[in-house]
Every structure is written in structure tokens, then in C-alpha cells.
T-cell receptor, first 114, second 113 residues
Framework: GENVEQHPSTLSVQEGDSAVIKCTYS??????FPWYKQELGKRPQLIID?????GEKKDQRIAVTLNKTAKHFSLHITETQPEDSAVYFC?????????????FGSGTQLTVLP | ETGVTQSPTHLIKTRGQQVTLRCSSQ?????VSWYQQALGQGPQFIFQ???????GRGNFPPRFSGLQFPNYSSELNVNALELDDSALYLC????????????FGPGTRLTVL
């Protein structure tokens, strides 16, 4: 089955700096890669996603890049703000029976220091 | 906020008991996936329901079972609870069997004593 590894597990940055979180996946058939932000005690919220036919996608301060050959994808947050502090999860969508399941990384605790 | 709702929000059970968790999908979504999120970890896929049938399952034993109803709401049942079943249980709804974008509910926090 699919295996997703995520690094780093914790990341502290100064407000205004950039943050980068990296993930690798194992199943070359995976074709959809969402990123979720989860604040303490809250549900995971989709913040950006990318499909395998695209190499990069940007939405304001957030961007995601995908390298299919190397099987890795990254989340980039620029001009970080204290409200960006949360746990971020990457995921890869692979086949499970007739379903498309999400396999998640282990998460990155991002702390933005004011 | 998404339209996915779950009940109850919190639940405490003892080992060996059975539990039923409920999920209402977002309007227009016909697919519900269930995930288990242990403390400090990412969600793990339990199974997915599409048109009232289980159409995919992760690495969970048969004592984890589910249902989907004609209105696309869903239940997760866990029998013979074990201490390691303590976790946040999340459901996510999406549109279509192969459509990938999933929106999560707030979760049910299950504690097994």
C-alpha cells in the first residue's frame, strides 16, 4: 500500500519568514495530493491540493510543488503569520478496492513566533 | 466551515463494549470515508462507503464495520472495544467514487477505559 513520509515533525519560524514542509510517497499510481491544516481540537481543513498532471500550484501565500519522478511534494508558506501556527498534514490519494483513499503523513507542528 | 457533521462529540466507553458513531455528509456528497486519528498522528483510513456499499477498506479488523443510508449519512460501529481504539474518529465526505477532494467533519473523540 501507499506510504507517506513527512518532514520535519516540528518547525519554528519567525513571523514573516517562509516555511517549507516536505513529503515523499511510495505508490506511483497516486494522483492527488492534498494538504490539510489542523488546529488544536479542530477538524483537518483542506488548504491546497495538487493533481499529478500539474507541477506547481499557488494560492496567495501558499504553494505546493510536485515532483512525480522523485515522488515528493512540498508545501511552501510565505510571509508566515501567527495564525498559521497549526499541525499540517500532507496526504496522497491511492486506490483501496474501488475507493480512492487518502494516506496521510505524520504531521508537522508549525509554530510561527511573533 | 464545511457541512459535514458528526455525533456525538465525545464518548467514553469501557473495554469490550460496542459503540456507534454517526456522520452526515455535506449536501451533494454521496461518498463517506472514515478515519481514525490517534493522538499526535495523521488520520488513518478505515473504510469508504459509496451508494450504501463499502467500496474500500484500510488495515482495520472486521470489528470495525459501517453503514451508509439512502440520504448518504453513515455510521461507524466498533465492537469489542480495546484500549487502543481510543482516538478521534473523523468522517469525510466527497462527491463521487473517484472524486478526490474530501471535507472532514469535526470528529468524535472516543475514550476507552
Amino acid at each position: 500500500g501507499e506510504n507517506v513520509e513527512q518532514h520535519p515533525s516540528t518547525l519554528s519560524v519567525q513571523e514573516g519568514d517562509s516555511a517549507v514542509i516536505k513529503c515523499t510517497y511510495s505508490d506511483s499510481a497516486s494522483n492527488y495530493f492534498p494538504w490539510y491544516k489542523q488546529e488544536l481540537g479542530k477538524r483537518p481543513q483542506l488548504i491546497i491540493d495538487i493533481r499529478s498532471n500539474v507541477g506547481e500550484k499557488k494560492d496567495q501565500r501558499i504553494a505546493v510543488t510536485l515532483n512525480k519522478t522523485a515522488k515528493h511534494f512540498s508545501l511552501h508558506i510565505t510571509e508566515t503569520q501567527p495564525e498559521d501556527s497549526a499541525v499540517y498534514f500532507c496526504a496522497a490519494s491511492s486506490v483501496a478496492g474501488s475507493a480512492r483513499q487518502l494516506t496521510f503523513g505524520s504531521g508537522t507542528q508549525l509554530t510561527v513566533l511573533p | 466551515e464545511t457541512g459535514v457533521t458528526q455525533s456525538p462529540t465525545h464518548l467514553i466507553k469501557t473495554r469490550g463494549q460496542q459503540v456507534t458513531l454517526r456522520c452526515s455528509s455535506q449536501s451533494g456528497h454521496n461518498t463517506v470515508s472514515w478515519y481514525q486519528q490517534a493522538l499526535g498522528q495523521g488520520p488513518q483510513f478505515i473504510f469508504q462507503y459509496y451508494r450504501e456499499e463499502e467500496n474500500g477498506r484500510g488495515n482495520f479488523p472486521p470489528r470495525f464495520s459501517g453503514l451508509q443510508f439512502p440520504n448518504y449519512s453513515s455510521e461507524l460501529n466498533v465492537n469489542a472495544l480495546e484500549l487502543d481504539d481510543s482516538a478521534l474518529y473523523l468522517c469525510a465526505s466527497s462527491s463521487g467514487q473517484g472524486y478526490n477532494e474530501q471535507f472532514f467533519g469535526p470528529g468524535t473523540r472516543l475514550t476507552v477505559l
